[in-house]
Nanobody
Framework: QVQLVESGGGLAQPGDSLRLSCAAS????????VGWFRQAPGKEREFVAA???????LAADAVKGRFTISRDYAKNTVYLQMNSLKPEDTAVFYC?????????????????????WGQGIQVTVSS
């Protein structure tokens, strides 16, 4: 089973950029599709972006054009580059992964598809 650890969160001002990292260990990370989700206080966990084993990407409408997901196979790491941050991006961000024997389109957007989760990292956007 893969283990995931997020890093790179913190406090940012509106319009700033942050890059989140999701480092994997314990299994062959390239065998997994990977996603980022976020959960704001009082709200349900929501899909942000996902990247397949072959580096195909998906992004939620709320972040398209601002957030970019990528992966470095050599470093077993997936990144979420967040630009033009807004106060409504404030949330705990989670990295998650599931085995590529499952599909990607129509699957990666659902939290229930994922079998491994990181502990979460806070991102706060405030002036």
């Amino acid at each position: 089973q893969v283990q995931l650890v997020e890093s790179g969160g913190g406090l940012a001002q509106p319009g700033d950029s942050l890059r989140l990292s999701c480092a994997a260990s314990g299994s062959t990370f390239s065998n997994y599709h990977v996603g980022w989700f976020r959960q704001a206080p009082g709200k349900e966990r929501e899909f942000v972006a996902a990247i397949s084993r072959s580096a195909r990407t998906l992004a939620a409408d709320a972040v398209k054009g601002r957030f970019t997901i990528s992966r470095d196979y050599a470093k077993n790491t997936v990144y979420l580059q967040m630009n033009s941050l807004k106060p409504e991006d404030t949330a705990v961000f989670y990295c998650a992964a599931y085995d590529t024997s499952e599909g990607f389109l129509g699957v990666a957007e659902r939290p229930a598809s994922y079998t491994a989760w990181g502990q979460g990292i806070q991102v706060t956007v405030s002036s």
